[in-house]
């Protein structure tokens, strides 16, 4: 088999195209970034309109907003989970040196560690857990309220600037 027989044989799918190119536009980007003339460039030699290319990068811009809201959001989920260690760590640390004091022994304050700590352990894996119908429901209420507090903040500066 020639090499002109090797070139007419090769096909590939979509995603594998996909691929072959993320792996070389990697490999050339040591440069640094690409310039968005640079783009059009690329999208003209394999062939894509401008108006196509117009859209992916609206859509792509969407995504990484989307993205951001996302890492915010589980930033956020972090958080609130640190401080309820905290809160767990020195409510039980006192409980236990109240039973220790008290009793002489520990009795009555590993039940409330262990059922705060199962608590605590459930809510640890729904914190870490990023997916699924329960985690969007999280999300979109933290983004509604998010949303929320972003128009009340915004009244409230500009009827301070009027009241000026």
């Not at 290319?53 to 809201?69: D, F, I, N, S, T």
Request: charged content about 20%; cysteine-free.
């Amino acid at each position: 088999m020639n090499v002109s027989e090797a070139k007419i044989t090769r096909s590939y799918h979509q995603e594998d195209i996909q691929q072959i190119l993320q792996i070389a536009i990697a490999r050339q980007a040591h440069k640094g970034e690409f310039s968005h003339e640079q783009l059009l460039e690329i999208a003209a030699e394999l062939e894509i309109s401008p108006e196509s290319l117009e859209v992916a990068e609206r859509e792509w811009l969407a995504q990484q907003g989307e993205l951001q809201k996302r890492q915010a959001f589980n930033i956020h989920r972090r958080r609130k989970l640190q401080k309820r260690f905290g809160n767990y760590a020195v409510v039980n640390t006192f409980l236990v040196l109240l039973n220790l004091v008290s009793a002489g022994e520990l009795s009555w304050s590993l039940y409330i560690l262990l059922f705060w700590g199962l608590g605590l352990g459930l809510n640890t894996w729904n914190t870490y857990l990023s997916q699924g119908e329960d985690y969007e429901r999280a999300f979109q209420n933290w983004y509604r309220q998010q949303q929320v507090r972003q128009t009340f903040n915004t009244l409230l500066n500009k009827w301070l600037k009027i009241g000026r």
